[in-house]
């Protein structure tokens, strides 16, 4: 049973550059949800997503979209990309129907996005 | 707004010793918290889940314990090992159906062979 996987593990992008993240969730899990962490720091919440809309957001400007697929996989996007921008990118899917007891959320290995 | 902490940033023991990280919590209003474990580069590993009813949660030589009233969460490790260096992160998620973590900036954790 694949766990939740990443792609692109890293990337090298410029300022003002856009860039597309992917992540397919565990399998039979229906909700994805997108986290940046910058280094020596904990993993902030973006945004997440379950029957193909964006439920909840965190602090992050619009240049951070993403889209979720009839699969569950998921995309993050970013705009305008700065220099700040850059951290690893972590993806964490759980299942919104398991109960009380199995509810445990799973993180990818992540995609470490430099911007220069 | 929720904010959790975790002290220290950083520690150091011998190999064989048992340790105690912390986690700090300012919303008691918790649906779970989750123990994970980051090794550097890499993305995060699930350790521990305890729900906002249970006391403690136990994994091997890993024993978590939540005191909701307090916000507090402690993760004890016995009988450490050089493999157990990592990062040690605490997240704690609000309700069902929320499934956004708010994280603590982690413990960094160095095992003295």
């Known amino acids: 049973d694949a766990g939740v996987t990443q792609s692109p593990t890293h990337l090298i992008k410029t300022r003002g550059q856009q860039v597309t993240l992917r992540c397919s969730p565990k399998?039979?899990?229906?909700?994805v949800s997108w986290y940046q962490q910058a280094l020596g720091q904990g993993p902030q919440f973006i945004f997440q997503?379950?029957?193909?809309?964006?439920?909840q957001r965190g602090n992050f400007p619009d240049r951070f979209s993403g889209h979720q697929f009839p699969n569950y996989s998921s995309e993050l996007n970013v705009n305008a990309l700065l220099l700040g921008d850059s951290a690893l990118y972590l993806c964490?899917?759980?299942?919104?129907?398991?109960?009380?007891?199995?509810?445990?959320?799973?993180f990818g290995e992540g995609s470490w996005l430099t911007v220069v | 707004k929720q904010e959790v902490t975790q002290i220290p940033a950083a520690l150091s023991v011998p190999e064989g010793e048992n340790l105690v990280l912390n986690c700090s919590f300012t919303?008691?209003?918790?649906?779970?918290l989750q123990w994970f474990r980051q090794d550097p580069g890499k993305g995060l590993t699930s350790l521990l889940l305890?729900?906002?009813?249970?006391r403690e949660q136990t994994s091997g030589r890993l024993n978590a314990s939540l005191d909701k009233s307090s916000g507090r969460s402690t993760l004890y490790i016995a009988a450490s090992q050089p493999g157990d260096s990592a990062t040690y992160l605490c997240?704690?998620?609000?309700?069902?159906?929320?499934?956004?973590?708010?994280f603590g900036t982690g413990t960094r954790l160095t095992i003295i062979p």
């Open positions: 399998s039979g899990h229906d909700t």
């Open positions: 305890i729900q906002s009813s249970q």
């Open positions: 964490a899917s759980s299942d919104r129907h398991t109960g009380y007891s199995g509810n445990t959320i799973y």
């Open positions: 997240a704690v998620r609000l309700n069902f159906g929320n499934e956004k973590l708010t």
């Open positions: 919303d008691s209003a918790i649906y779970n």
């Open positions: 997503y379950y029957e193909e809309e964006e439920r």
